[in-house]
């Protein structure tokens, strides 16, 4: 299957193996290179001192996917073994389990499930085997929701997973907070020094002459040691120039700022004087069976190489444009433009957990030159830009840029205007738009009030609200994500006119003129219902990506509809609406184990549905309902609740009446079999909802 890289259970039994093919596999693992699956037979079938390390983390997840754990997860630093580690279970499991490797993890969800069920489906004997995937840094929300649809619309039923899912993703900054994860960081830990000490004279024995230039192996080793990629990057150093282009800098650059990214080696060809000296610190293979790429041996070498080019006069600025502007050629600008995108665009989280404004390369040529780091930046920018002149991310990251940085809202508005040209529909870029207008207002209102800049502000801010409003529109129509960003910059824009309403009131009194109130009350409804939006998104549910909402947002609209409401604060919890009173009124007649049910439930909660479906379902998309309350046996003891699970779906009967429930996203891909379960209930905003689920067996609890 094209979309995923099937391992056989009898992978090169009764095959002969090219000596030479075999010898430069191994050499091109210990060198840096991902390993293929012919390391691992070669490994299986040679002495007891060849066998690969298994990294801490090793046993925990071989534990989780043997207890039938549907989603398993590796967190793992670049360089630090995550993926052989991950690829080393399926090897070892390949008996047991269908083992297959997600080609392509940009594909939809969709056809990931299709293909992955396909896979499961297409033996036709009774004992079918789970299918065990790894993938490589995919959310998993989309991808378990796709599962379950896939499953439930072919009605598989299975006494035994049909799936598990090892998610293997690359991190900067490991979080251990979720315990279920396994983290693999970049030092060595209890005996993994012990036995690559031993590996290493194995390896010395074996190749003698080319050792030194097992960087990746090396390494780890050493135990991630700075001192040692130093030394290797010694050898070369006096080679270094900043004169003409110099491909090795940029690869360098690109592989420290973006994991996984790579060079076809076909369009390095012409450099192949100039990169001559430096190919020891790289490595070549085979990218999924076609085009052979090139990539420097480890992160860590990456990164210092840019540094030792920084330091020779071609610093991160010079290398970006150079990347930009002689490798990104016709035979290789769409092979990297995912890769400049991350590098320029993507923004990641500092190591304190908050989002960076821009991209870390961005930030890091800013901040290393304060007289010209951010022209530095725009130079960068534009000449990408330029190269990519239909994607409306660089326009817009520009855009932000200007605004931000250099207090040009002039230039930032025409960059605004053309990011909307080029994606008149996506509600982010025409977000930035009224960003232009929100921060040009806020410098607007911290200047002295006087006619010319009463005008400014209101036309400012009149333009702010307009732009909100349409971006706010867009995000209702887009499928992935509700953009909830231009309602909370819609109620900042209020905010902050509110915090000078006595100046601009008194100011436009002297003047004998109403700007004010005719700005304010025509929009006081939209004020309130937007706060009360806010309060309702944010206290009923979370982000499902693992990040959290920004404390601001729900603070400043609960002050917003303080400020011009005036009838009580916004509270946590649940709300007093319509919806809000017929959860209360589920919640309350939903009999706990010692009472009788007084009401038919089944009709209130198929009611309590549909009219999530219709009404709110939309902007709840990607995101974790929360539950509002439980069934509790006496006050703060919950409930367990009888249920029973049929084709991955939960049911539960109350007096005559057996009604589905919704289920803990975190739980759906557990059900994989039929029979009884107990669970706690809790009642969403969409209503009764089961966590906790638990299969008792014999021996006491299975899942």
């Not at 002459?209 to 050898?235: E, L, P």
């Not at 940085?405 to 930032?412: F, G, P, S, W």
């Not at 920004?550 to 919890?573: F, H, S, W």
């Amino acid at each position: 299957m094209a979309i995923l890289d099937v391992l056989d259970e009898d992978a090169f039994k009764g095959e002969i193996i090219d000596p030479d093919i075999a010898r430069q596999t191994e050499v091109n693992f210990y060198r840096g290179a991902p390993p293929l699956w012919l390391n691992f037979d070669l490994a299986e079938k040679n002495k007891d001192e060849d066998l690969l390390i298994k990294r801490v983390g090793y046993d925990i997840l071989l534990q989780q996917i043997s207890n039938n754990k549907s989603g398993v997860c590796l967190n793992h630093k670049p360089g630090s073994g995550g993926t052989t580690l991950a690829k080393q279970l399926l090897w070892d499991l390949r008996k047991s389990f269908k083992c297959a490797v997600l080609v392509d993890p940009s594909l939809e969800s969709s056809l990931i499930a299709t293909a992955v069920i396909d896979l499961y489906a297409a033996d036709e004997s009774n004992n079918r085997k789970t299918v065990l995937l790894l993938v490589q840094d995919r959310n998993m929300s989309t991808l378990r929701e796709s599962f379950v649809a896939e499953l439930s619309k072919r009605n598989i039923n299975s006494d035994k997973p049909v799936f598990v899912i090892l998610n293997c993703v690359r991190i900067a900054h490991i979080n251990a907070e979720r315990s279920d994860d396994v983290n693999l960081v970049d030092h060595l830990i209890g005996d993994e020094k012990k036995k690559f000490d031993a590996k290493k004279e194995c390896l010395k024995r074996r190749y003698p002459d080319i050792f030194h230039t097992f960087h990746g192996f090396n390494i780890m080793q050493s135990d991630f040691s700075q001192d040692y990629v130093k030394r290797a990057w010694d050898a070369c150093r006096s080679l270094v120039s900043n004169r003409g282009p110099q491909p090795i800098a940029c690869l360098c650059l690109l592989n420290s700022y973006v994991p996984g990214s790579i060079f076809l080696k076909s369009s390095c060809e012409k450099f192949k004087e100039t990169m001559g000296p430096f190919l020891h610190l790289t490595v070549s293979f085979n990218l999924n069976g076609s085009a052979e790429v090139l990539r420097m041996a480890h992160p860590m070498i990456a990164e210092h190489g840019t540094q030792v080019f920084h330091e020779a006069g071609m610093g991160r600025k010079v290398t970006a444009r150079t990347l930009l502007k002689s490798l990104c050629t016709e035979d290789h600008v769409l092979f990297l433009s995912e890769f400049i995108k991350k590098l320029l665009i993507t923004r990641q989280d500092d190591d304190s957990g908050n989002l960076l404004d821009f991209s870390r390369l961005i930030v890091d040529i800013k901040t290393g030159n304060a007289l010209t780091g951010k022209k530095e930046c725009l130079s960068v920018l534009e000449e990408a830009f330029n190269i990519f002149p239909l994607i409306g991310s660089y326009p817009q990251t520009l855009s932000r840029f200007y605004y931000l940085e250099m207090t040009d809202y002039q230039k930032a508005l025409q960059l605004a205007k053309i990011a909307k040209e080029i994606a008149p529909n996506n509600s982010f870029i025409a977000d930035t738009l009224g960003q232009v207008y929100k921060h040009n207002l806020n410098r607007e209102l911290q200047n002295e009030l006087n006619p010319n800049t009463l005008t400014t502000i209101f036309e400012l801010a009149k333009k702010a609200f307009k732009a909100f409003e349409h971006a706010e529109n867009l995000a209702e129509s887009e499928s992935t994500i509700f953009n909830v960003r231009p309602i909370s910059s819609y109620l900042k824009v209020a905010n902050n006119l509110f915090e000078r309403k006595e100046d601009l009131e008194k100011a436009t009194k002297r003047k004998k003129r109403k700007e004010y109130n005719e700005l304010i009350s025509p929009i006081s409804d939209k004020i309130e219902k937007r706060a009360r939006f806010i309060n309702m998104l944010l206290s009923y549910s979370e982000k499902s990506f693992g990040d959290k909402d920004p404390e601001y947002v729900l603070r400043e609209a609960r002050q917003c509809y303080k400020d011009y409401i005036r009838d009580g604060d916004l509270k946590e919890g649940l709300g007093t609406g319509i919806r809000e009173e017929d959860l209360k009124k589920l919640h309350k007649n939903w009999p706990n184990d010692k009472q009788k049910p007084r009401l038919k439930l089944k009709m209130m909660v198929e009611d309590l549905k549909a009219s999530f479906h219709e009404t709110q379902e939309n902007y709840f998309r990607s995101r974790k309902l929360l539950p509002l309350l439980y069934l509790e046996k006496i006050d703060g003891v919950k409930e367990r609740v009888d249920g029973e699970v049929r084709f991955h779906k939960l049911y539960t009967t109350v007096g005559d009446e057996e009604i589905q429930l919704d289920v803990d996203p975190a739980q759906q891909l557990a059900l994989w079999r039929s029979g009884t379960v107990t669970f706690e209930l809790g009642f969403t905003i969409r209503g009764p909802t089961a966590y906790d689920i638990q299969f008792p067996n014999k021996k006491g609890v299975l899942l």
